[in-house]
């Protein structure tokens, strides 16, 4: 079982800046490494469509709305993910997720999701 814990959320102005962070624990990461990890949101009305990802050797992508503006990493040691979002915009509300993959065997992976964590853009 993996656990995710998410924090960083909160209420911002147009133009504000804020940084999430998803800390992953549990059991299985003692024998198998955390894979790709990602941030999905979710707006009222619509689906979890997926914002950024990063896989294990750092390669990253991000949706084209949040290109330029938000930045993802990771830190391996702490199974831990990021994401900075600068320039925030009112469409950026929406509740956010973390998303991570851990693979045990070859051709199996297991995906895990944060619990969510609320990001308010208005003015």
């Known amino acids: 079982q993996v656990q995710l814990v998410e924090s960083g959320g909160g209420l911002v102005q147009p133009g504000g800046s804020l940084r999430l962070s998803c800390a992953a624990s549990?059991?299985?990461?003692?024998?198998?490494?955390?894979?790709?990890m990602g941030w999905y949101r979710q707006a009222p009305g619509n689906e979890r469509d997926p914002v950024a990802t990063?896989?294990?050797?750092?390669?990253?992508n991000y949706e084209d709305s949040v290109k330029g503006r938000f930045t993802i990493s990771r830190d391996n040691a702490k199974n831990t993910v990021y994401l900075q979002m600068n320039s925030l915009k009112p469409e950026d509300t929406a509740v956010y997720y973390c998303?991570?993959?851990?693979?045990?065997?070859?051709?199996?992976?297991?995906?895990?999701w944060g619990q969510g964590t609320q990001v308010t853009v208005s003015s």
């Open positions: 998303n991570i993959g851990v693979v045990p065997r070859v051709g199996i992976s297991l995906d895990y």
């Open positions: 549990g059991n299985i990461l003692s024998n198998n490494a955390v894979d790709h």
């Open positions: 990063i896989t294990s050797g750092g390669s990253t």
